[in-house]
């Protein structure tokens, strides 16, 4: 009897905790989207606010627990954590400077977009 | 003389009773851990939605876009008010001259459905599809001042996303 239910109890513990691990990849997956959509919208809006425009943002300094990078190339922002990454769509084409966790600053200098 | 008890037997009536009722609780669990994971998924991804219709009005309602000139066949950042929250007319009209395809890649629309809806007095523009038997919708509303032919005047600029 005993045996009988550590056993169907480890079953379902194995796929509670398989599941868990899924859900917090999801979690991930989304603030780490919520992170790059973020780093677009201020590009966007500094592009589009037109030279002599500045403004301060703040990014998360993890995703969970987990350390990230920012990268902004042709039109694109990703974000990677781990070997996933995360991608918005910007219009810009490039940065002067990097995108990191924590407080930038964004200005467009004569129509160049530039971040420290 | 070799007696045979019958205690101790692994296949009784009160075990097969507690192991059914063990079973059911577990499946009770599973099911429970199930519905509440599925309503997160759905709340996550509604922020997403909410996130992304909060930037688009944003960027509507801030700035002339980009190039600040657009036509429909130009855009890269659509931006509809000069100065801030004066909404201007000829680019309202532009926004509704691009396709939905156009709009999709412009505003990074990630598979969401597009709606726009701006009115002031008797100017009333709407751009897009208006929700219809969708699971996920939202709106966000901004207050905004119209420019258009002989109108100047206060009204309301949405933006929906839905799904």
Redesign the interface.
């Known amino acids: 009897m005993l045996s009988f239910v550590m056993l169907a109890f480890t079953g379902f513990y194995a796929l509670f905790a398989q599941q868990q691990v899924q859900v917090m990849e999801e979690q991930r997956a989304t603030f780490a989207e919520a992170v790059a959509d973020k780093v677009a919208f201020e590009l966007d809006l500094a592009l589009s606010e037109g030279p002599g425009f500045a403004r301060n943002f703040t990014l998360p300094g993890r995703i969970g627990t987990v350390p990230y990078a920012v990268n902004v190339s042709t039109r694109t922002v990703v974000v990677r954590w781990r070997d996933r990454r995360a991608v918005a769509r910007t219009a810009a084409t490039s940065i002067d400077g990097n995108v990191t966790p924590g407080d930038n600053r964004v200005e467009n200098v004569g129509g160049d977009l530039r971040v420290d | 003389m070799i007696s045979v008890s019958t205690k101790g037997q692994?296949f009784s009536t009160d075990?097969l009773i507690?192991?059914f009722v063990?079973?059911v609780l577990?499946n009770i669990?599973?099911f429970t851990?199930n519905l509440a994971?599925e309503q997160?998924?759905r709340l996550?991804r509604q922020?997403?939605m909410d996130?992304?219709a909060f930037?688009i009005a944003?960027?509507m309602v801030?700035?002339?876009?980009?190039p600040?000139n657009w036509t429909n066949e130009t855009v890269?950042?659509v931006?509809l008010s000069e100065p801030d929250h004066v909404v201007q007319d000829a680019k309202v009209q532009e926004l509704k001259e691009m396709t939905p395809a156009e709009r999709e890649?412009v505003m990074?629309l990630d598979a969401s459905e597009f709606f726009l809806n701006i009115s002031a007095g008797s100017y009333a523009e709407t751009a897009g599809a208006p929700p219809s038997d969708a699971d996920t919708v939202v709106v966000d509303r901004r207050s905004v001042i119209v420019n258009a032919t002989n109108l100047l005047d206060r009204g309301t600029l949405t933006v929906i996303l839905w799904r």
Not at chain 2, 62 to 66: D, L, Q, S, V
């Open positions: 692994v075990f507690s192991a063990f079973i577990l669990a599973a851990y994971y997160q998924s996550d922020r997403v996130r992304k930037n944003s960027l801030r700035t002339p876009g980009y600040s890269r950042i931006g890649r990074d």
